[in-house]
């Protein structure tokens, strides 16, 4: 799960500090900076696939997760002399553990290093901002453990820049391994912004731990899983290729794979704990059900051996089955979402923008309730951005009751909700500068620093409303 993320100069941010809950939602007007938030892990997960081990940052193109153009487009100000940093904290799902004999070590005495709470540290700038588009990763450094208990794994320039040498603190005792006997390498900058170069294993003795730390990151990198706000309309009909995709795409577009996938390999889910084990496919058909979409949901295949498919739906019980292009929008457009929490593996991280788009208020307001038991059942971590206020107060009334139930038939099982389960932000922007407030949600589910303009002022249009109500109703009673 990812704990925090500290940013400087991406964007409308000159300095974000955002920490990250089970349910994390950001909310905020347009070009408030909340989608930035979720570009930048965008932008950190394709440079960790990038193919290029060159590449710094990677950002993207037309079919990229994130196409943020060029360095001087996302730096802040687009000042090409700035730097891009972040720290970007996380708990690994199992603890990384490890040793190594420092030079200050007697001979044979390990040092061991050990803990779930990792965070990644890392500067990136342009190498000549007046001549050239190259980036250089400046610094990168790994840490285990918290401020009272940590260890650092660093790799800083050294010889005016021109190479980088490796630095290991623990507790801030010096544990650097030994410099390899022989001839000295030339160490070269961080690979990507994330692995130390093949040069420091060769320059160190017993430096392949530094493996176990960016495994450790890139598996973070690899349980990130993106739906965008834009989804595809739905279809007639589907062509599979008998092919399991890894999501749902970022539009939504490999959904129907992703069911008919799960359905070959007889996936099944639990809805709840001690629930029993129910095929893929009636998972996503009992929320659809639940949150009032729809009653009945099924994939058929036209013609046995055809490899094309038609999703069935039906509005309620009684009505004949039709096609999804035949219902309304709402359907088509949260069916991704659904598939996309159920599918990916538990201890994900799952990044969703506008998941709210094109449905009715009180589906919103069930939506958010999907998120949360699918966050508490299937160990996920969601980070929403949303413009819903009715999704929203569904999650300060879950707070404040402390506990959400799966709907449907048979022992309510609830999950226990709590403010830190929940965490709430509302973004801005402030001539050309980016703020992030932490919404203080208490045990009661209330908002403590409600801030100014937060869904254009609720309370104020309920006043004008009476206000102006009451003017006409004097003016209608004069004679």
């Not at 990198?221 to 739906?227: E, H, P, V």
Request: aromatic share 8%; hydrophobic share 35%.
């Amino acid at each position: 799960m990812i704990r925090k993320l500290h940013l400087t100069n991406f964007k409308v941010w000159r300095e974000l500090e955002a920490i990250f809950a089970p349910v994390t939602g950001i909310f905020g007007g347009n070009s408030a900076g909340k989608s930035s938030i979720i570009q930048f892990l965008l932008l950190l997960k394709q440079t960790k696939d990038a193919t290029d081990r060159r590449i710094v940052l990677d950002f993207g193109g037309p079919e990229s997760l994130a196409n943020l153009g060029s360095y001087r487009e996302v730096v802040h100000r687009r000042d090409p002399g700035a730097d891009i940093g972040w720290e970007l904290a996380w708990s690994p799902p199992k603890d990384l553990r490890f040793s190594l004999q420092s030079r200050q070590s007697r001979q044979g005495k390990l040092t061991g290093f050990r803990g779930r709470d990792l965070d990644i540290q890392c500067e990136v700038g342009l190498s000549d901002p007046e001549r050239s588009s190259a980036l250089l990763a400046r610094r990168l450094e790994f840490g285990i453990g918290s401020s009272q208990a940590r260890s650092t794994f660093e790799l800083l320039p050294s010889n005016g820049q021109k190479s980088y040498e490796l630095r290991v603190t623990k507790n801030d005792r010096d544990c650097t391994p030994k410099r390899s006997q022989g001839r000295p390498f030339n160490i070269p900058p961080p690979v990507k912004t994330h692995a130390f170069p093949q040069e420091v294993r060769w320059s160190y003795q017993d430096a392949d731990f530094l493996s176990d730390l960016e495994l450790s990151y890139e598996s973070l990198m690899d349980r990130i899983f993106y739906l965008g706000p834009l989804r595809d309309y739905p279809q007639r009909q589907y062509y599979w290729s008998g092919a399991s995709p890894a999501d749902v795409g970022p539009r939504g577009e490999r959904t129907i794979d992703a069911i008919l996938a799960a359905r070959a390999q007889e996936e099944r889910r639990q809805l709840k704990p001690r629930a029993h084990r129910q095929p893929f496919e009636q998972i996503i058909a009992h929320w659809l059900r639940e949150l009032g979409l729809i009653d009945h949901f099924a994939m058929e295949e036209i013609g046995t051996g055809s490899n094309l498919y038609k999703a069935r739906v039906s509005t309620n019980a009684s009505a004949v089955p039709t096609t999804l292009t035949d219902v309304g929008i709402g359907v088509s457009q949260v069916l991704p979402v659904l598939v996309l929490l159920y599918y990916v593996p538990e201890h994900s991280v799952v990044l969703l923008e506008q998941p709210e788009i094109h449905l009715h208020p009180a589906v919103q307001s069930r939506l958010a309730d999907l998120l949360l038991c699918v966050a508490k059942h299937r160990k996920l971590q969601i980070i929403v951005e949303s413009h819903s206020q009715h999704l929203l107060q569904r999650l300060q009334r879950r707070v404040a009751e402390g506990e959400v139930g799966v709907p449907g038939k048979g022992p309510a099982n609830p999950f226990e909700i709590s403010s830190d389960d929940v965490r709430l932000y509302f973004s801005s922007v402030r001539h050309g500068v980016g703020r992030l407030e932490d919404l203080q949600l208490n045990r009661w589910g209330e908002i403590e620093n409600w801030p100014e303009g937060f869904f254009g002022d609720e309370m104020e249009e309920i006043a004008a409303i009476s206000s102006a109500s009451l003017r006409r109703k004097l003016a209608d009673a004069a004679p």
